[in-house]
């Protein structure tokens, strides 16, 4: 492993996870971190998340050859620039946002005399803060690197095998596909499901006791992604603004096309299309990329309980 | 319990899971069932299913004091029109059916001699067919019976404790009231899936493949109510119209509002919705209806695994 010590700024879900899968897959590699909260800081102690927990970001950051901002898209480059003096100045500067477009400009911005690679780990739970991380979070998970087209390339590599390191598989991509694809996996589900949440909770001729009752239809399966972190979730639709609208506008497409389609009373069309998405769910399980036991395992099925 | 012999009509995850849970919480009462589909009633006898696969549904009511119909809502008056000979006099007639107005309509009408009170377990997974179904299916699930204004209450009662016997909590609504409030806990959601694993499988800038590769963002949960069974997905739309065009209605006003905020970058507006979504998710956890781990305990976080 190129790196020796890595330094965290951010100590949430993210990189709470990094710092415990660090220290179970890289004994060798010294682990330090900060976060803006103190109470976030006392939590990160207490749990060992990292090897060292500082005050402030400079002595985190100091003797690091590798840091890793895990903060809000939003508040990258107000969190990197002053440390522009106390990061190495051959240390590589990454990060673990959902948008990498704009984060890409803002770290260059932040630091201009560092070399940044931004990385997005596709990984998460609906849980955040200090509480939320844990080691396995990237196992089986897919890395997205999005290096600027001339790169160091032994950084590169570097920052590719200590991902695979933490169980991660890596993949480069251009900043502006990523935000893309994200667009589409991601972000556009998201606001999709804090949608369908809120227009759940504001009605008046259904109680939310009974949208909550009666949850086990289907809403309850939105409600998990619907809980995830408000500002994170804020960053994400405000930095990666167009790609999200181009998603939401196809998709906005097909619900009217369905739409018109329970209208008119054209079952064959309705069944045309539910039949189709079943497909994507068995090549997602054969993939690895999600649970194969019915309901996620929820009820254990069979084993009465 | 006040019924000896249950007749299953339609073998598949409601009906099987029915037959399942019937003969282990039940054991003194005769199970019985037919589905229109050789195979299925092939692979019902081969999981005993029921105690008893019968070639024709006539066979299978014969003798039974409840008939409970699990086919899709858009067959259920097809299906039973031919048996008002079959069903003994003094049986009573249920079902399981998603939306409760219309099945209540054409079951009245194609057994006009009978008692008839319509019942919908809020119980599911994505997978459908006689391998579908477990006995564990109902437990601490809610089950609404909807039965007309004026009803045999001694038959009312005795149908309650049959769903209480099989591990459910038993709900009284008007028909018209349980397809508003499944429209909005169930239908509308599953519309919401069917839709965006269309678009994302639909794209020319992002592969198919990428969707299924980066779905951990968030897409994948989406795509387990997408695996639904598209028959009775097609019969629930077509047959809970109106309450579903209503809430669809709602949530379109709702997206294009926060569709708004992320145009003029209101990262407030995102913000207070986004942490109000958030409370919803534990109640419904505090109510038992879902899994509290993360990610519904799919990666076995902190297990190592």
């Known amino acids: 492993m190129a790196f020796r010590h890595v330094a965290i700024i951010g100590l949430g879900l993210q990189g709470g996870s990094i710092g415990l899968a660090v220290q179970e897959a890289l004994p060798d590699m010294r682990v330090t971190g900060h976060d803006i909260s103190a109470e976030t800081r006392l939590r990160a102690a207490e749990r060992g998340l990292v090897q060292q927990v500082f005050e402030t970001a400079e002595e985190a950051v100091s003797g690091a050859d590798l840091v890793i901002f895990c903060v809000p898209p939003g508040a990258m480059g107000a969190v990197a620039a002053p440390l522009r003096e106390a990061i190495a100045p051959d240390a590589l500067v990454s990060d673990v946002g959902s948008s990498k477009q704009l984060i890409a400009r803002e770290l260059g911005a932040a630091l201009p005399d560092h070399l940044v690679i931004p990385a997005h780990p596709v990984a998460g739970t609906e849980n955040s803060g200090p509480d939320a991380g844990f080691a ?40 502006e596909h990523h935000d893309l694809v994200l667009a589409v996996t991601s972000h556009l589900p998201h606001l999709i499901a804090y949608t369908i949440v809120g227009t759940a909770s504001d009605l008046e001729d259904v109680t939310q006791s009974e949208v909550i009752k009666y949850s086990a239809g289907g809403f309850r399966d939105f409600t998990r992604i619907a809980a995830s972190d408000p500002t994170m979730w804020r960053d994400v639709f405000l930095t990666n603004r167009e790609a999200v609208l181009t998603m939401l506008q196809r998709f906005t497409e097909d619900l009217t096309a369905l739409q018109r389609a329970i209208r008119v009373g054209d079952g064959d069309q309705l069944f045309d299309h539910f039949a189709r998405t079943r497909d994507i769910r068995r090549s997602i399980i054969q993939e690895g990329q999600d649970d194969s036991r019915p309901d996620f395992g929820r009820s254990d099925h069979g084993k009465g309980k």
Chains 1, 2 share one sequence.
């Open 136 to 175: 396995a979070l990237f196992r089986n998970r897919w890395c997205i690197v999005t290096p600027p087209e001339q790169t160091d390339l032994l950084k590169l590599s570097a920052l590719v095998e200590f991902w695979e390191a933490l169980g991660a598989n890596v993949e480069r991509m251009s900043p």
